[in-house]
Every structure is written in C-alpha cells, then in structure tokens.
C-alpha cells in the first residue's frame, strides 16, 4: 500500500494542477496520497473531484512556522497539517495572512532582482499566480530560468534565493505552538515536516521536537529525500523515544524538483493512528 503524505500542486509552488496530481499518483502506483500546498486548501476540491478509483486522498496543507530552535535563537519549521476543517475561522484567517505576506515577500524580491538587471518582471511574476495563491521562491525561480538566468530550480536557490541571499526577503510566520493549536481546535493533526533537512538551513534540536510533543504534535516526517540515512535513524529513535508518529513523504512538486511521487512513503499503520487522530475533515475515497 504506498502512501506518500507530502505533495504540492500549482495552487502553491508545484506545477501540476490538483486534478493532475491525482493522475500522477495513480501513474506512481499510490494508493493514497495526501495534497499540502503551502497555507492554503484551495486545490481540496478539485483534487477530491478526481481521486482515481480505489485510491484515497488526505487533504492537508503545509504550514510555515517560527519556532525556537533549542539553542537561544529561532528558526523556521515546516508544519504537516492533515484532515482539519478550512473553515474553522482562526485558521482561515491565518493561512489568509500568510498567503498576503507570501505574495508580498515575491514581490519585494523580483522587484530587487529586476533592479539589479535580472531578466525578471514582478508584474509578470505576480500576473502568473493564481488568485488567493500563496506565491512562493519557486515561482521567482521559474521567472529565473524562463530569462536564461538559471537552468534549474535549484541553481536558482542555490546562486540567489537562499536565505543568505542579499535578494532574500524575511517573512513573519506563525509560532509553531500557536499553529499546533489551530490545527487541532480544527480537528486536525500535524507532523513536523523534514525537521533534521540540514541543507536547507538551521534546525530545532531534538528538546524542541520533544516541547512540541508535548504541545500536542502528533508525528515528524522521517523518510525525506532530504535525510539521509544516519539522519533517519536517529529521527526514528527521538520519535520512539516521544512516542510520535514516522511518516515517510517524497515532497513532491511537479517538474520544480526531480524527487518523484512514491520516492518515500508512510507505513499503513502510521497513516491508520493520524486518521484515528483527526476528526476535522474525511479522507476522500474515490
């Protein structure tokens, strides 16, 4: 039963429509597969609409965080949220927030990059998106590379859009306690995505994942391509230790990374306990 609980479609910074996502997961031989754009459920609908038959699909999202990161600074952490109500009113207005403050950080930096001579035009960037979209790094990135400027999304990180770069632009998220909070008062549960990814910037130590734990965190995603082997295992004995959920997700988004769907999965048991967990949204059965 492959389960793969961490995709992105084009209604935040993938590049397959939610419909499309479903198609690629039945091609990648999922069973389910859950959708968590960046701090929006919009693609819930159409993505529902056209789950395959015999496939299941959890509707979730990916939550942006601040959090302390155990060492007397802060960070930023990813939060997996699954089978919560849209509509519960403290999250929509958060994740509506979020989404204003994702569009304007694009915006303020393909306006620094098209100062210094980049081939990028914000009006074009932003005209690109659709509406109410969270816009993110990856839609610059494209802009990048449709100039000739880089040949990859990655270059792009790599070269201009890091975190340490002098066109990076800072955003305020939403503590990770407070986002726990929300998402369990909407019925939900979370995981706390790609939480040792050292490459892409500082990370919690394992007393803040164990703080979050007992805040009512619910699981950390293990099985990454952003892990590698000694990572995972020592994530798997901190999760043991704290009696969280493993999860196993490829982080899939369409043609602006290589990874593919079903590169990492979810063991059934783990997906069993989460929905046993969740009691916000159902999980969709085609």
Same mark, same amino acid.
């Given at each position: 039963?492959?389960?793969?609980? $961490?995709?992105?479609?084009?209604?935040?910074?993938? /590049? @397959?429509?939610?419909?499309?996502?479903?198609?690629?997961?039945?091609?990648?031989?999922?069973?389910?597969?859950?959708?968590?754009? $960046?701090?929006?459920?919009?693609?819930?609908? =159409?993505?529902?609409?056209?789950?395959?038959?015999?496939?299941?699909?959890?509707?979730?999202? #990916?939550?942006?965080?601040?959090?302390?990161?155990?060492?007397?600074?802060?960070?930023?952490?990813?939060?997996?949220?699954?089978?919560?109500?849209? =509509?519960?009113?403290?999250?929509?207005?958060?994740?509506?927030?979020?989404?204003?403050?994702?569009?304007?950080?694009?915006?303020?930096?393909?306006?620094?990059?098209?100062?210094?001579?980049?081939?990028?035009?914000?009006?074009? +960037?932003?005209?690109?998106?659709?509406?109410?979209?969270?816009?993110?790094?990856?839609?610059?990135?494209?802009?990048?590379?449709?100039?000739?400027?880089?040949?990859?999304?990655?270059?792009?990180?790599?070269?201009?859009?890091?975190?340490?770069?002098?066109?990076?632009?800072?955003?305020?998220?939403?503590? %990770?306690? /407070?986002?726990?909070?929300?998402? &369990?008062?909407?019925?939900?549960?979370?995981?706390?995505?790609?939480?040792?990814?050292?490459?892409?910037?500082?990370? +919690?130590?394992?007393?803040?994942?164990?703080?979050?734990?007992?805040?009512?965190?619910?699981?950390? #995603?293990? @099985? $990454?391509?952003?892990? @590698?082997?000694?990572?995972?295992?020592?994530?798997?004995?901190?999760? &043991?230790?704290?009696?969280?959920?493993? /999860?196993?997700?490829?982080?899939? $988004?369409?043609?602006?990374?290589?990874?593919?769907?079903?590169?990492?999965?979810?063991?059934? =048991?783990?997906?069993?306990?989460?929905? @046993?967990?969740?009691?916000?949204?159902?999980? %969709? +059965?085609?």
């Amino acid at each position: 039963m492959p389960i793969d609980l $961490h995709a992105h479609t084009a209604c935040s910074d993938g /590049t @397959d429509s939610p419909a499309e996502l479903m198609a690629a997961a039945a091609a990648a031989g999922l069973d389910v597969v859950a959708i968590t754009d $960046h701090d929006t459920s919009a693609g819930w609908a =159409e993505a529902s609409a056209a789950v395959p038959a015999g496939m299941r699909l959890i509707p979730g999202a #990916e939550l942006s965080c601040e959090s302390p990161d155990g060492l007397g600074g802060t960070c930023t952490v990813h939060l997996l949220a699954y089978l919560f109500d849209p =509509e519960s009113p403290a999250l929509k207005a958060e994740q509506s927030r979020l989404r204003a403050e994702r569009r304007l950080r694009l915006r303020r930096m393909a306006e620094r990059m098209a100062a210094d001579g980049f081939p990028v035009d914000p009006d074009d +960037v932003m005209d690109r998106l659709p509406a109410d979209s969270p816009g993110g790094r990856p839609h610059l990135a494209q802009a990048l590379m449709r100039g000739g400027a880089v040949r990859s999304v990655d270059e792009a990180f790599a070269k201009y859009l890091g975190t340490g770069s002098s066109y990076h632009v800072p955003r305020t998220d939403t503590p %990770v306690g /407070t986002a726990i909070d929300m998402i &369990a008062d909407a019925g939900g549960v979370t995981v706390l995505a790609h939480p040792f990814a050292r490459r892409r910037g500082p990370i +919690v130590t394992a007393s803040v994942i164990a703080d979050l734990a007992d805040r009512g965190l619910s699981g950390v #995603e293990v @099985d $990454h391509p952003d892990h @590698d082997e000694p990572t995972r295992q020592q994530l798997r004995a901190l999760a &043991a230790d704290l009696s969280l959920l493993v /999860t196993g997700s490829s982080d899939y $988004h369409g043609t602006n990374k290589t990874v593919r769907l079903g590169q990492e999965t979810t063991a059934p =048991e783990m997906l069993d306990a989460l929905v @046993d967990k969740a009691s916000g949204a159902p999980v %969709v +059965v085609g």
